[in-house]
């Protein structure tokens, strides 16, 4: 089993950079591909970025491409999301996913570990 607990979001400006991490416990995260979904009320959970196992490999979607940067410290155990140049459609609850494979995903349903989430809001 492996618990995810995201930290650092919370209410921001337009324009302003914001990082959010995500530690890991009770499995090291080494061999796990990871990355970041978020949700806003009465929508599906959508992808945003995704980095595979060894963090040479990362995906984006393209509404936050070139502004987001998904990144990971396996000796930490921590997954890391910088958010630069928000805006107020970023506003969502994010979530930390992980999945017991060295490749990502692009769909929900393919990341069984889950944390909270955090919310990120952004007044324009």
């Known amino acids: 089993q492996v618990q995810l607990v995201e930290s650092g979001g919370g209410l921001v400006q337009s324009g302003v950079s914001l990082r959010l991490s995500c530690a890991a416990s009770?499995?090291?995260?080494?061999?796990?591909?990871m990355g970041w979904f978020r949700q806003t009320p009465g929508k599906d959970r959508e992808f945003v970025a995704a980095i595979s196992y060894n963090g040479e490999n990362t995906y984006y979607a393209d509404s936050v491409k070139d502004r987001f940067t998904i990144s990971r410290h396996n000796a930490k155990n921590t997954l890391y999301l910088q958010m630069n140049s928000l805006k107020p459609e970023d506003t969502a609850v994010y979530y930390c996913v992980a999945r017991s494979s060295y490749s990502t995903s692009y769909y929900a349903n393919e990341y069984p570990y889950w944390g909270q989430g955090t919310q990120v809001t952004v007044s324009s």
């Open positions: 009770g499995r090291t995260v080494s061999s796990l591909a």
